[in-house]
């Protein structure tokens, strides 16, 4: 990564470097899988306290029938709004190294400390934004107990233990249940599932995929992709923390299949690269980076035209 200018963010403040902060923070959410599906929280940011709250609204029931009756008023049905809170924090880690070393290494520390602590701040925001997409308050859970059954929940927990791997049966009981069930919105008319590999790699070895794709798209298997199949566009991640291998054996790879607007960041203060005042003489420093944000579910409920997401994982 090139270098740029340190300064003081006041005269007696941070020394931060400002251009290579912003490329840090881009680069970090271009590079992590979930961040491209979260949805900003707008109107919050520095000096408006550390609790935001995302107003929300529930859909109007839709009558048995619309018919009206002579001399008989309209009926009225109930308009219901709820709110919910996101309380941000603080997230950040550092790296300390010395002058001497600096002065006696081949190797240019700061840029190469500077570049690990990007990689750092990727890998640690998908793990973030992945824990809200299937953390508890996601509560629709999809486990796969075989080819062609399964076991959902809507309390958020697993009701059973996955013994199978995923394959098109299990894409389209997901899109169904979004669909028809659940009635999420689309993303730009798809829903997204991001997949550990194993979850992708067993759709890809099911023979339907396989037949489905001889005529639509050939290249897909030659460039590895699952593409878009039964109204979900899949993205696969080989991020450990953020999506894992469950069920018997390992034999599922984790996964979330979601709509538009799911998960919400509330961030007070973007991420951003800081270097330590040089302590004993400048022999002691220190580079980090360091952010106020946190990300939640909007909608933390398993009703029809709520829920957004399904989490397909294992007890």
Same mark, same amino acid.
Do not use: C
């Given at each position: ?28 959410? @271009? ?38 009756? @002579? ?5 009225? $049905? ?32 700061? !840029? ?24 508890? !308050? ?33 894409? @389209?009981?997901?899109? $169904?249940?979004?669909? $028809? ?118 909608? $933390? ?15």
């Amino acid at each position: 990564m090139a270098q740029f200018q340190w300064q003081f963010d006041a005269p007696t403040g941070v020394f931060k470097n400002h251009a290579l902060s912003a490329q840090l923070y881009k680069v970090a959410v @271009e590079d992590a899988v979930f961040m491209d599906h979260v949805k900003p929280v707008e109107d919050f940011g520095k000096k408006m306290g550390e609790n935001v709250t995302l107003k929300r609204v529930s859909a109007v029931a839709e009558p048995t029938s619309i018919d009206l009756v @002579e001399g008989v008023d309209i009926p009225e $049905d109930t308009f219901v709004l709820s709110a919910k809170g996101i309380t941000v924090g603080e997230i950040g880690r550092s790296v300390p190294f010395t002058s001497f070393a600096e002065d006696l290494s081949s190797l240019d520390l700061e !840029n190469s400390i500077q570049s690990e602590l990007r990689r750092q701040m990727t890998l640690g925001l998908d793990t973030k934004v992945a824990s809200a997409f299937r953390g508890s !308050n996601t509560k629709i859970k999809y486990a796969i107990t075989g080819l062609a059954t399964n076991n959902i929940t809507t309390n958020g927990t697993f009701g059973a233990t996955s013994s199978a791997n995923m394959n098109v049966f299990h894409a @389209e009981e997901i899109r $169904d249940y979004l669909y $028809d069930t659940l009635r999420a919105p689309t993303v730009g008319g798809d829903y997204i599932g991001i997949f550990r590999t194993l979850g992708i790699r067993g759709l890809k070895r099911d023979p339907d995929w396989e037949e489905w794709h001889k005529y639509t798209d050939p290249t897909v298997k030659f460039n590895s992709e699952v593409g878009r199949i039964e109204g979900i566009r899949f993205i696969e991640t080989n991020h450990a923390n953020a999506l894992r291998k469950v069920g018997t054996s390992s034999v599922l790879g984790e996964g979330v299949v979601f709509g538009e607007d799911s998960v919400a960041m509330a961030e007070a203060q973007t991420p951003e690269l800081r270097a330590g005042m040089p302590r004993d003489l400048g022999r002691s420093k220190l580079v980090g980076w360091y952010g106020i944000l946190a990300f939640d579910v909007i909608w $933390d409920t398993g009703n029809a035209g709520q829920a957004r997401i399904v989490h397909v994982g294992s007890l």
